[in-house]
């Protein structure tokens, strides 16, 4: 298996992780001890603490990105590209979704938080928009 397709399970994995960790856990706990029904968790309201809103978020921007690069390394699979320049690429694309992630589950929001969550955000733009270049000048 690929490098890039590694790094794509790992970001599944991850996603499934920040649902667990961020959401699930603390909507179960608060079902189980009575406290919220099922019914309790509306998606077009807010709701819960800032930290919890900022994990919904952050899963909600996981679930958004996902397929974008998983449609990319599925081109590089089907083109049979696989460089050390795409490896790289996918490996700090990883690094900059998990740094994401954090700083906005983390932290508190503040401006400083949100520029630290747009640069890795960019980061990753950036190597998915190089991993795509790359695809095209490996495969022409």
Request: proline share 3%; with cysteine.
């Amino acid at each position: 298996m690929t490098t890039p397709l590694w790094v794509l399970l790992g970001f599944a994995v991850w996603t499934l992780a920040v649902l667990m960790a961020g959401i699930g856990i603390r909507r179960w706990t608060l079902i189980f001890a009575g406290k919220a029904q099922l019914t309790d968790f509306p998606a077009d309201t807010p709701h819960g603490s800032a930290a919890y809103r900022r994990a919904v978020r952050a899963h909600a921007n996981c679930v958004e990105n996902l397929p974008v690069f998983g449609a990319i390394v599925l081109v590089a699979f089907a083109a049979r590209v696989d460089t050390q320049t795409l490896d790289t690429l996918a490996q700090a694309f990883i690094v900059a979704r998990i740094a994401q992630t954090l700083t906005h589950t983390l932290l508190a929001e503040s401006n400083a938080t949100v520029l630290i969550r747009f640069l890795f955000f960019l980061a990753q733009i950036v190597c998915m928009f190089w991993m795509s270049a790359e695809i095209v000048a490996s495969a022409a």
